[in-house]
């Protein structure tokens, strides 16, 4: 019996051999560039959330 376990466990193969490593692997995208819309987009959000309001806690007083 203990032998058949060995024979099993030898066919089995975790992919290292084949399976690049991540480091290895270039990037698939690339940044995006910021477009005037964005930073017109990140002033406006800015200007209607400021840092300086409460957080939302759920209750109503």
Excluded: I, Y
Excluded at 36 to 43: G, I, K, V, Y
């Amino acid at each position: 019996m203990e032998s058949k376990n060995l024979d099993s466990r030898a066919q089995v193969r975790d992919g290292v051999e084949t399976m690049p490593e991540l480091a290895e692997m270039p990037p698939e995208w690339t940044r995006a560039k910021r477009t005037t819309a964005d930073d017109l987009l990140d002033e406006a959000l800015l200007e209607s959330f400021p840092a300086s309001d409460p957080m939302a806690s759920g209750r109503m007083e």
